[in-house]
């Protein structure tokens, strides 16, 4: 969601104008949108080098539990898909339906997710970078109630009180381990500081809508220089020397 919304505010020309609105409007949508989307579901933490699973879910590379030999090798039985691991992930939707049976998965099946790599490393930096440089004396309290029904079908709550950004203080409570997997998180603050308020949060959903769109048109960029290079042989100006030949070729499988 989060990141649909960066996208297509960035599809328009007042692409800044429209993030401040959004913002604006329902910090609480935006901070748990950006809380599921960096989460790890297996720690609960920030993810370290995100992996997406076959299940949908994404978790961190460290957290992939030690492989085991499979018994059902699914096509094609390569070695690479001959070991396996069963699902480290708490929002499964095998567990939510409180089943037995939880998801195996095989390493070839499962992908780096360098973009989402990307929006934790900005979230990241900027925590970091405002922990930092603040000014304790300029700082908002924002109460944040937490709210899970992820293990039980009663609700149970949490309140903490941050200061100075709604992103940037529930990130840190997530690195710290105080929001649970598919957690409901809201913030509240007076209506006199929400402009103040605004600020930081809007600098981070610029600069994570900035790398998001940069990724997605080097994809693009990536997939139509290869088209480019593979129609070179056949325009008019052949190439006749095979050493320039086959380093043309080389220059494709590269990309």
Known sequence: MVISTLIEASMS????????????????????????????????KPLKVPVGLPCGCTICLPCIPQTHPRTNITYPGTEDRSQGFFCPSAC???????????????????????TLGKVVEIVENYATAYSSNRDPGHDIPIKVHISNQQTSHEESSQEFWIKGSCLVGTYNLMAKGHIPVASTVKCTFNDQDQENLTDLDTEILRAIRSAVVKELDCQIMRGS???????????????????????????????
């Open 13 to 44: 020309d007042s692409g800044a104008a429209l993030v401040e609105e959004v913002e604006a409007e329902d910090i609480t949508t935006i901070c748990t949108g950006l809380i599921q989307l960096i989460q790890c579901s297996s720690c609960s």
């Open 92 to 114: 499964t939707k095998s567990r939510k339906s409180d089943l037995d049976f939880i998801p195996e998965h095989c390493l070839a099946d499962c992908n780096r997710d360098i």
């Open 225 to 255: 220089d290869v088209r480019y290079l593979e129609s070179l042989p056949r325009m008019p100006e052949k190439l006749t020397d095979d050493t320039t030949r086959r380093s043309r070729k080389r220059d494709i499988e590269r990309f």
